[in-house]
């Protein structure tokens, strides 16, 4: 069973940065492939971003590209999401997520595909 903690959310500017952080316990962090995802208000969770248990491989929904970016520190049992120009529309909770696959280069988009899911963070991006 794993346990994860996301932390790093908060208000900021358009245009601002965040950095959010997903801290796991109880199981062994590299056995995991890791995203994030989101969810506005009135809206469905969407999937932003998701990594190898590896870390070699990324991938980002195009809402985000070239302004997020996803990683991880196996040795710190952690994965983080950059976050960079913010715009109003990124304003959501957003949830960090685990998937016990046992591919070390396989990066999961899908989020029924996930086993265990953080609390949330509240990121909210004022014009």
């Known amino acids: 069973q794993v346990q994860l903690v996301e932390s790093g959310g908060g208000l900021v500017q358009a245009g601002g940065s965040l950095r959010l952080s997903c801290a796991a316990s109880?199981?062994?962090?590299?056995?995991?492939?890791m995203g994030w995802f989101r969810q506005a208000p009135g809206k469905e969770r969407e999937f932003v971003a998701a990594?190898?248990?590896?870390?070699?491989?990324?991938y980002y929904a195009d809402s985000v590209k070239g302004r997020f970016t996803i990683f991880r520190d196996n040795a710190k049992n952690t994965v983080y999401l950059q976050m960079n120009s913010l715009k109003v529309e990124d304003t959501a909770v957003y949830y960090c997520?685990?998937?016990?696959?046992?591919?070390?280069?396989?990066?999961?988009?899908?989020?029924?595909?996930?086993?265990?899911w953080g609390q949330g963070t509240q990121v909210t991006v004022s014009s």
């Open positions: 109880g199981g062994t962090f590299s056995s995991y492939a």
């Open positions: 990594i190898s248990r590896s870390g070699g491989r990324t």
């Open positions: 997520a685990a998937d016990s696959t046992r591919y070390i280069d396989v990066v999961v988009t899908t989020s029924t595909m996930y086993d265990y």
